[in-house]
């Protein structure tokens, strides 16, 4: 599990796994993504704060560039780790910028040199929605879900956009739909970074001192075990996973939910400008 989440190598993984993955909707933990990487850069940006902005970005560069021949290279990873280098650029240099934007630069690249990836890259769609849904309706939940206290509320407000989003192509790729993925992913989701750092600290850690790194491997064990319970939990219980055939009208499905998404989407980014120049003429006045 630990190799599936940090390299997305998921031949390891028992069918059983595999099954419990799918019916609690947490398959997507076993692919290298933009957190992922992110996460990556996040740690890595610790040790080298004393270099220039240039030599930080060439550093950050090379050792993505090495984690993503590490993992096989396919474009699932190269989209992670575009998306990942491009935002620490942003965020160094003080540039700030849509959220959608980041996806939309990404898959203008990946289009240039490959441009029939973008037609079977489902992580890229997967998470274009996800950003969409997030935009469109992350603050209105957060509102909705108040009741849960700080942290909680956003946590939750994310996860449901996100699985908002990602229900068309889940729908359209797979055929089915997981009714307890929200609340499984909002447990889960607390396990991944400490499972992330754990497991690079420690593997960096073995190269030095084999009895520090066994002390220091407990982190990520406890991870990977509270992990394992979450997925047990959820994945048990199969009736979660809702089977749904489209047939002949896979296509009209499809086309109607991106409708209603881009509607959501402008719907949203109008509130957000007039809010901007609400703020603007204020300020000005």
């Not at 209105?140 to 956009?161: H, K, N």
């Not at 075990?225 to 009208?249: D, M």
Request: charge should be positive; aromatic fraction near 12%; glycine fraction near 8%.
């Amino acid at each position: 599990m630990l190799s599936g989440i940090i390299l997305g190598q998921k031949n390891n993984l028992d069918a059983e796994l595999k099954e419990d993955l799918k019916a609690s909707g947490l398959m997507h933990i076993m692919v290298v993504s933009g957190s992922n990487v992110m996460m990556l850069i996040i740690f890595l940006s610790l040790f080298v704060r004393a270099v220039t902005p240039w030599i930080r970005i060439a550093i950050i560069i090379l050792v993505i560039g090495g984690f993503v021949i590490l993992v096989g290279g396919d474009t699932p990873v190269w989209r992670a780790a575009l998306m990942g280098v491009i935002g620490y650029s942003a965020s160094l240099w003080g540039y700030r910028f849509s959220p959608l934007l980041l996806p939309l630069i990404v898959a203008a690249i990946l289009a240039i040199l490959n441009p029939i990836s973008l037609a079977y890259d489902i992580g890229l769609q997967l998470s274009f929605l996800s950003v969409i849904c997030i935009i469109s309706f992350g603050r209105q939940l957060t509102r909705f879900f108040s009741f849960l206290g700080p942290f909680f509320d956003e946590a939750m407000s994310l996860t449901v956009a996100a699985t908002l989003g990602t229900f068309p192509i889940t729908l359209f790729y797979f055929g089915s739909f997981s009714l307890v993925s929200p609340l499984a992913n909002l447990l889960a989701a607390p396990a991944i970074p400490l499972l992330m750092y754990g497991g690079i600290v420690t593997l960096v850690v073995s190269a030095f001192s084999s009895s520090l790194a066994y002390t220091l491997g407990h982190v990520p064990w406890f991870a990977v075990t509270y992990l394992s319970e979450v997925i047990s939990l959820f994945g048990s219980q199969r009736w979660s996973l809702l089977p749904v055939e489209l047939g002949q009208y896979r296509e009209e499905f499809m086309i109607i939910s991106m409708g209603f998404l881009v509607l959501a989407l402008v719907r949203s980014q109008k509130i957000h400008q007039s809010r901007f120049t609400s703020r603007g003429v204020s300020s000005s006045l």
